[in-house]
């Protein structure tokens, strides 16, 4: 019998991580994986280190992740880095954070558009410092016209927020005649917000044991499968990254259907 929550365990399981990709790439690849990368702060901890550090290690990861997912056709692969709510924190914590994205693209672009990495961005730009914004103004237009994965940091990003303001708009254009009220369907209300672009995520994994959304991709997350680890970011692995996706392959999504 499959077991349904992990269809490994009672599979015959490739051992090497080589076979395991293989394996996963002969089946049907989830085409947008969302992650929220959590757990930082307690790795650090773990360690009597400051939390800053928990967040470069879990930068590394995030390079990682993004070239195994490309590697195995992932279409889309959404991180969350930055939430609206995240400004709370500690001054020199938001300013460390606000300094990653130079450092990972100051360091990894390169090596991103050499893989063919298209760099996007979600969320409210205007409250970004200034030098956070251009690196990743200029990450996203030098990787414009790449066709790989799109890597979409998901930065200063609220979904509650990004839902209201859609729904302001929706109602702004329908006032000016840009668009039919009996026309507002799902898919409208989609092109309105910060995923217009974007297929819906088939695929979410959290880190750290936290079982919550944390104010992610509500809409977008409707009919995604989930998986969680107790595994803290830093600590997150290929193999985690893998076994995430093969347990989604042996998942049956029915969408609402039988
Ligand atoms: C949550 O862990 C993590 C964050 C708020 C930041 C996530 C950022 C990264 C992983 C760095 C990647 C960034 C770039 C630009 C590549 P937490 O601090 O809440 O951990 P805790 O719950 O253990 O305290």
């Known amino acids: 019998m499959l077991n349904k929550i992990n269809p490994w365990k009672t599979q015959n399981k490739p051992s090497s991580l080589h076979e395991r990709i293989d394996q996963i790439k002969s089946q049907e690849v989830p085409s947008h994986i969302a992650i929220i990368m959590d757990g930082n702060g307690r790795w650090a901890k773990k360690r009597s280190l400051p939390r800053i550090a928990g967040h470069h290690e879990g930068m590394k ?137 974007l297929k819906d995520p088939d695929l979410l994994i959290r880190t750290s044991g936290e079982i919550r959304l944390s104010n992610f991709m509500l809409w977008q997350l409707a009919y995604t499968e989930f998986w969680f680890t107790e595994v803290l970011w830093p600590d997150f692995s290929e193999e985690h990254f893998v076994e995430a996706i093969e347990v989604f392959q042996g998942r049956q999504r029915r969408f609402g259907g039988v």
Request: no cysteine.
């Open 61 to 197: 990861v995030v390079r990682k992740i993004t070239k195994l997912a490309n590697q195995l056709g992932v279409k889309t692969l959404t991180v969350y880095a930055f939430s609206t709510e995240n400004w709370k924190r500690p001054k020199r914590e938001v300013d460390f954070l606000m300094k990653l994205p130079e450092e990972f693209l100051g360091t990894f672009l390169p090596e991103l558009i050499e893989e063919n990495v298209r760099v996007k961005m979600m969320g409210y730009k205007d409250k970004l410092p200034a030098h956070t914004l251009k690196a990743v103004e200029k990450a996203m237009d030098d990787t414009k016209d790449n066709t790989g994965l799109i890597l979409n940091f998901a930065l200063n990003y609220g979904s509650r927020a990004e839902i209201l303001e859609a729904v302001n708009k929706v109602i702004t254009d329908s006032k000016n005649g840009i668009i039919e009220e009996e026309t507002i369907s799902e898919e409208l209300f989609s092109s309105y917000l910060m995923t217009s672009e």
